[in-house]
């Protein structure tokens, strides 16, 4: 059995990179395959000294600092990769790495992140973004986006099964690609985090300074609320307009990007971790709570699946609106029910999630859907012959 993993792009060791890294733990023999490789020597170590085959993208001019510019290029760059000779794929995807070419007798497992964002639901957010919703730039890309979304609909045919990091994301591949998927959620490195049972005086908020992520709604609340403080760890495009929001309020500080030790440390002294994205799953909020801190997080996406607001283990409540209005009800909400919120009930949450759980589920449904797949191919027909024959005493049976 030859297995063969294909990633979309290796630049930084995060979110996916972590995924990634416990398929390969699950399935060691196999052999990598991504778009790019310019990963950094210090986060190697996760790929266990494997060297990945590349795409041609990874030669073109200034691919180690603008690859994201060549994503037309993308569809034709991995589906270039040469996998005829493995019994099973599986791409790592939340880009193009399921658009992968495979042949009848080889078995595809999409372990989906997500389906193309900036393809999808999204678009209008991601151009609004890039500042590309109007002239000839807008329309160019525009253009691309719908190329991208028909052809990774297109693609779809060529996998098995999909593996969605949520059930949020599994409405999505359904939405988008009319099929079913089975849900395991990613990996939470909950042994990275220590829980502490006594917390400060302040609220946390910690993300990349992007619009979708609403780091601007959490500070405005705040500014309105000069009795509570608020931590905001990170940077981004948006962190100029953040500034502004909070200059002249005591109550608010901006860290700006700050080392994972730094961040740890705030996470667990924090009163409560503040999430207000509407994200596919959301990583930090389960690492919140693997520091022992409860999260008040917007009511919507893969947050309804990591925190538990009712209950006596709950870990967290929910606000209904991505506005200053609701983050400031529910906060003042927190602050009466703030002894009902255990750092144990926290922590026994966030365990669920960690990475043993989830190498176990990936490797025995990968294992087992692959054994009946054989099975089928080697033992029966895949499609029903056509008889006419048959189909004609049929249908006089049909009609008298």
């Known amino acids: 059995m030859r297995v063969a993993v294909v990633?979309?792009?290796?630049?930084?060791?995060?979110g996916s990179e972590r995924t990634l890294e416990q398929i390969l733990l699950a399935f060691p023999e196999a052999e990598l395959f991504c778009l790019v490789d310019f990963l950094p020597d210090k986060d190697r170590h996760f790929l266990r000294g494997k060297t990945p085959r590349t795409s041609f993208i990874q030669k073109l001019p200034f691919a180690r600092r603008r690859f994201r510019s060549y994503l037309p290029l993308f569809p034709m760059a991995v589906e270039?990769?040469?996998?005829s000779s493995f019994d099973i794929v599986i791409s790592n995807s939340h880009a193009v790495a399921k658009g992968v070419t495979v042949g009848p007798r080889q078995f595809h497992v999409s372990h989906c992140c997500s389906p193309m964002?900036?393809?999808?639901?999204?678009?209008?957010?991601?151009?609004r973004e890039a500042n590309l919703t109007k002239g000839v730039k807008g329309a160019i890309a525009r253009a691309i986006l719908h190329y991208l979304r028909i052809w990774d609909a297109a693609t779809t045919g060529s996998v098995?099964?999909?593996?969605?990091?949520?059930?949020f994301v599994a409405a999505r591949i359904r939405k988008f690609y009319g099929r079913s998927s089975v849900v395991v959620y990613p990996p939470v490195d909950v042994s990275s985090f220590t829980p502490r049972e006594q917390k400060e005086d302040f609220y946390l908020a910690a993300s990349r300074q992007?619009?979708?992520?609403?780091?601007d709604v959490i500070v405005e609340a705040f500014r309105r609320m000069p009795h509570r403080r608020l931590v905001v760890i990170g940077d981004g495009p948006q962190a100029a307009k953040i500034q502004k929001i909070a200059a002249g309020c005591p109550n608010i500080q901006l860290l700006g990007y700050q080392p994972f030790s730094v961040l740890k440390d705030h996470m667990q002294r924090a009163r409560a971790?503040?999430?207000a994205a509407k994200e596919d799953f959301g990583i930090i909020v389960l690492e919140a709570q693997a520091c022992g801190t409860p999260v008040i997080a917007y009511g919507e996406g893969g947050a309804l699946e990591t925190v538990?607001?009712?209950?006596?283990?709950?870990?967290?409540?929910?606000?209904?609106?991505?506005?200053?209005e609701a983050i400031m009800e529910t906060v003042e909400r927190f602050e009466s029910e703030r002894a009902s919120f255990r750092p144990q009930a926290c922590r026994a949450n966030a365990e669920q999630f960690a990475p043993e759980v989830f190498r176990s589920l990936v490797e025995n449904f990968v294992r087992e859907k692959y054994a009946i797949y054989r099975s089928t191919v080697d033992g029966e027909r895949l499609y029903p012959v056509f008889q006419p024959e048959a189909a004609i005493a049929q249908d006089n049976i049909r009609h008298g």
């Open 308 to 324: 538990v607001s009712a209950g006596p283990a709950r870990t967290g409540l929910f606000f209904d609106e991505q506005t200053p």
């Open 117 to 127: 964002r900036y393809a999808w639901d999204l678009r209008d957010e991601y151009l």
């Open 7 to 14: 990633h979309e792009w290796l630049e930084t060791y995060a």
């Open 160 to 167: 098995d099964e999909f593996v969605a990091i949520s059930h």
């Open 80 to 83: 270039q990769f040469d996998l």
């Open 273 to 275: 971790f503040l999430f």
């Open 210 to 215: 992007v619009p979708y992520k609403r780091i």
